[in-house]
Antibody
Framework: EVQLVESGGGLIQPAGSLRLSCAAS????????MSWVRQAPGKGLQWVSV???????YYADSVKGRFTISRDMSKNTLFLQMDFLRAEDTAVYYC????????????WGQGTLLTVSS | QSALTQPRSVSGSPGQSVTISCTGT?????????VSWYQQFPGKAPKLMIY???KRPSGVPDRFSASKSGNTASLTISGLQAEDEADYYC??????????FGGGTKLTVL
């Protein structure tokens, strides 16, 4: 059974840094396209970042240069390093297993809440 | 990276059919056969309902169907049931390694 369990969210001050983790089971992270999707309180979904099977990474313009997606093959875990955080980054962050070329998301984690506030 | 355009809300009575539109441009919806649709209940993670424009994952009722014409994709729910009341989002590749969601549509079952 595919499972995705995020952790690492919390309250952080503006300009701070935080790393989200997503422990996967039931499949191999490095053999799949993996993304992060976020949802601000009361708002819609926003794609944030993807890591391809070959290791290439891509980001939404709003986080480019501040966020870094990565994976640990030995731990079968996906990460999102978030630096220079802003209030507008406040959201529930979902770890998602993507279909080929990130064209759809077939499994979602339960989400972890990040709040950026002073 | 503009969001795809969806109606903010749609409604229908049990047994009826409703259609949710997702309008983009030739650079996203119209340019690729990569539209997918998600159902989300309050406080829950989204669930994949349709992928590759028209395909239904196993376990999704065949009451859910989808199509695309030009720059607009559509999700149709036939035989509406109370349990279908949720938020629905479309999603598409937008080229240049950018992906976009629609703004979301709240479906109310009257």
């Amino acid at each position: 059974e595919v499972q995705l369990v995020e952790s690492g969210g919390g309250l952080i001050q503006p300009a701070g840094s935080l790393r989200l983790s997503c422990a996967a089971s039931g499949f191999t992270v490095s053999s799949n396209f993996m993304s992060w999707v976020r949802q601000a309180p009361g708002k819609g979904l926003q794609w944030v970042s993807v890591i391809y099977i070959d290791g290439r990474t891509y980001y939404a313009d709003s986080v480019k240069g501040r966020f870094t997606i990565s994976r640990d093959m030995s731990k079968n875990t996906l990460f999102l390093q978030m630096d220079f955080l802003r209030a507008e980054d406040t959201a529930v962050y979902y770890c998602v297993k993507a279909g080929p070329w990130n064209h759809y998301f077939d499994y979602w984690g339960q989400g972890t809440l990040l709040t950026v506030s002073s | 990276q503009s969001a795809l355009t969806q109606p903010r809300s749609v409604s229908g009575s049990p047994g009826q059919s409703v259609t949710i539109s997702c309008t983009g441009t030739s650079s996203d919806v119209g340019g690729y056969n990569s539209v997918s649709w998600y159902q989300q209940f309050p406080g829950k993670a989204p669930k994949l309902m349709i992928y590759d424009v028209t395909k239904r994952p196993s376990g999704v009722p065949d009451r859910f169907s989808a199509s695309k014409s030009g720059n607009t994709a559509s999700l149709t729910i036939s035989g509406l049931q109370a349990e279908d009341e949720a938020d629905y989002y479309c999603y598409s590749y937008a080229g240049s390694y950018i992906w976009v969601f629609g703004g979301g549509t709240k479906l109310t079952v009257l």
